[in-house]
């Protein structure tokens, strides 16, 4: 599939020389699914002691915001701020970010 990139996001602390933080975020048209990845938490409700030695990588979905906040509130009851995005099967469980 061809996509147009409405918006690039670079990490705020990136740095050309180093390329320390050497990320960026693509918001695409008609984007349906987002590839999260990362070495984060492997256990639902799990401590750091799950999170995974091997990069992972999956493909999800990018609910809307209040069906992220109404899900995540118990969790993070101060909800969705601007730095964070919420991704992943909210209503069925299995992979998220």
């Known amino acids: 599939?061809?996509?147009q990139v409405t918006t690039i996001a670079v990490h705020p602390h990136?740095?050309?020389l180093s390329?320390?933080?050497?990320?960026?975020?693509?918001?695409?048209s008609l984007s349906s699914l987002c590839t999260v990845s990362g070495?984060?938490?492997t256990e639902e409700g799990g401590?750091?002691?799950?999170?995974?030695?091997?990069?992972?990588?999956?493909?999800?979905?990018?609910?809307?915001k209040e069906i992220c906040e109404r899900?995540?509130?118990f969790s993070h009851p101060e909800g969705i701020t601007a730095s964070m995005?919420?991704?992943?099967?909210?209503?069925?469980g299995g992979q998220d970010s």
């Open 39 to 41: 070495w984060g938490i």
């Open 85 to 92: 995005l919420y991704a992943g099967f909210v209503s069925v």
């Open 47 to 64: 401590s750091s002691d799950f999170a995974s030695r091997q990069l992972q990588q999956t493909q999800v979905p990018v609910p809307e």
């Open 1 to 3: 599939q061809v996509r």
């Open 14 to 16: 990136f740095d050309m």
């Open 71 to 73: 899900n995540y509130y």
């Open 19 to 28: 390329y320390d933080s050497d990320t960026a975020l693509l918001q695409l």
